[in-house]
């Protein structure tokens, strides 16, 4: 993904917000943040709240009207809290920021990502001149979002797309590689552990079920399970000391 970012934000109603959203544009690769008739001072609040991000909101441009503010980019992205659906009042359906970041990996060129105000989100008119629509699936009887909050889960998707390789992003945390064959000595060894202490046999199978069932939820790494192995090797030296001293008082 080469794209370059665009955050505009059209009649953002707190300071505090646009601050905070100049932050997340600094996490995840915005390049450019647009202001569209700001309805607050962008004062002290939004200054404290930008932290790392204070160059982007320092930078930041100033744009009349939605128009002006998306001329130059070769794709529009508009958000919404409204799930389009199957409806037909709308020109097309949205997707999700997951979807967006597919979308938006093979891509070139200048990419808007358009946020509305904070209490009525963009106009129908304003999400008709989107080339694409992007929702954030929530809780129906409060589907609306912080304006900070929309803008890093739609900024933080679009940057997992830019891939692993990516350069520019913090390393993700690593694959975990499930190991089949030290699950199965581990529940081996367990069982012989079992016997020798003398747990009751027709538990045992109960138990080890039980232990499969916690082992396949946490997904141990090889080193993990290694270290437990050595902890039932170490219970199995110490029953065989025991057995020693118990033969040695005889």
Request: glycine residues 10%.
């Amino acid at each position: 993904m080469t794209a370059r970012f665009d955050v505009v934000l059209v009649r953002p109603k707190e300071d505090g917000n646009v601050g905070a959203v100049a932050r997340v544009s600094r996490n995840f690769g915005g390049d450019r943040l647009i202001l569209v008739a700001p309805r607050a001072p962008i004062g002290s609040e939004a200054r404290r709240r930008s932290m790392g991000g204070l160059a982007i909101l320092r930078s930041a441009v100033r744009a009349t009207s939605f128009a002006a503010a998306t001329a130059d980019a070769d794709l529009v992205v508009g958000t919404t809290d409204l799930s389009t659906g199957r409806s037909t009042a709308y020109l097309r359906r949205s997707v999700s920021p997951e979807r967006l970041g597919e979308l938006l990996r093979p891509v070139e060129g200048r990419v808007a990502i358009v946020f509305g105000p904070e209490d009525n989100g963009l106009s129908r008119t304003e999400l008709a001149r989107c080339d694409l629509l992007v929702h954030i699936p929530s809780r129906r009887e409060f589907p609306t979002l912080n304006l900070s909050h929309a803008a890093a889960i739609v900024l933080y998707a679009v940057h997992r797309a830019r891939g692993p390789t990516d350069p520019e992003t913090t390393p993700a945390p690593e694959l975990l590689e499930l190991n089949g064959r030290e699950k199965e000595l581990f529940l081996e060894r367990l069982g012989e552990l079992l016997a020798r202490t003398g747990y009751p046999a027709h538990k045992r199978r109960g138990l080890i079920l039980l232990f499969r069932r916690v082992l396949g939820r946490s997904t141990p790494t090889e080193a993990e399970y290694r270290m437990m192995l050595g902890l039932f090797k170490s219970f199995g030296r110490a029953l065989d000391r025991k057995a020693g001293d118990d033969g040695r008082q005889r």
